[in-house]
């Protein structure tokens, strides 16, 4: 792309997203100012402190791969390659992502954020502010209202166009919210979580298997855990903020010790820091945010968890928010000249992805929580590993598509409604139950795909192409 002088893009929020973004608008020859809130983490002396874990996935690579800084992030990360399953009695159940060796990759979220700020500061025109926040933003010019967070210093930043990457709260967003024809909801899960961690063993030995997602479910609450690359293991504790097993019911050290013994006793030995981390801990609330439209008078846009937060179930949040850098690079490609139509092909092309992950992130947390534990959906897995390699063109289970692939989110939606009819037809069948042994299993499953009615859900699947894998 070769370089032209242009005036400014300012992007509020140096997260994730904002910094990838910046390294795309500079490829396209814009000068961007980032303004963050906060101090710069990577000065941080413990890297900024606690830090939840993100799970990397395809589309989130392949929107980083393309501005070259796949490679280093992949290197920070730990490759998981299936779930273990912790049932209350100890026993572990292991379910491989896919049957190809497919992998999610676990980071912590701020080792991301350090690896992606050195890489937007490293671009051409692209300046990073720290310590600025955001205060409002005026659509006329367009221009950002900024206030330094230690001296108060005010100051009015004018613009060639302002992206709001400032987070699921954002003050961009909140700047135009009460306009007409803005519409806006949030919808809070019914349940928070709170960060625990497994410390290494000493000698520097991982205290859990490395290399899977651990999930200990228990209907109502659940724990989830991601290994990191210094042999720790991260743990977020899910549970109801009221009722019994909620954060509520857990106001005494007792109580917490008590929940542990009886749900969770095999990682309790491993949690060296319980009373205190859980304790001490902020309890963190879930939520999924839809706006429209993400464009304000073709000047001032949302991108990211500002446009579009959602529930962390599939951890495809950055995903997505990387997604929109690459998508929107392409609207660049188009429209160039023009910020408004970019801005409107963007979202005519996008939010339909945006709304379908939001719906499938909601479904999912309900599945994750309380069906991995259930015999039924062990079942459905059974069967739906079974279609997708005798399938493969086919049929490929809504996790696979959503994390390794880069099918559009809403085209994931429609195929997995047409597979999901096929499963219940399949699940369905009389005798099922009795034949879980393995040949018995594939016979049975076999000869019920050779029925006209089942092969006709077959035919309604459509393939999925070689370049969408
Ligand atoms: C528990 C949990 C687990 C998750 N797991 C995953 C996962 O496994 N995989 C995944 O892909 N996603 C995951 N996510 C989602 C992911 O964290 C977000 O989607 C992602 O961080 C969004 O990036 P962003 O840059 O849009 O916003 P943010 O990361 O929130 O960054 C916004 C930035 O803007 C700054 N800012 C805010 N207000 C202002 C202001 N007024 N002025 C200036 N700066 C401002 C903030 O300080 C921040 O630096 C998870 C989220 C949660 C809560």
Redesign the pocket.
Known sequence: VSTVERSSVVI????????LLAAYLSRRGYRVEI????GDLRQLPDGGGRS??????ER?FTALEEVGIGGSVRESCVPLYGRLMHGPDGEETYQPYGNHGEAIF?IR?NDL?RILLDFAEAQTGVSLHFG????GVDAGTPSVQ?RNRESGEARIEDALHVFG????????RRSFMFHSQVNYSQTFFDQG?KELSVPPREGGAWGLQPNATHIWPRGRHMLIG?PNSDCSVTL?LHLPFEGPASFEALGTEDSLLELFRKDFPDVLPKLPNLVDEFFSRPT?S?VTIRCSPWTFHGKVSL????AH??Y?S?????????EDCQILDSCLERGEGSWPRVMKDFETLRKPSTDAIADLAEEHFEELRAHVADPKFLLRKKVERYVSKKFPVQYMDLYSMVSFTSIPYVETLHRERRQRSLIDRLVSMSGIEDRLGDREFDEFIANALHSDSVGTLVSDLGGISHGQR
């Open positions: 509020v929020g140096a997260g994730l997203v904002g910094c303004y963050e809130r906060q939840i874990n993100l799970t990397l996935t989130g676990s979220r954020n600025w926040a955001c205060v900024l990457a400032d987070g699921s709260f954002s003050t961009v979580y991601f977020a963190n879930m991108i990211g968890d500002a937060a959602i962390p599939y951890g495809q949040g950055a995903n997505s928010g990387f």
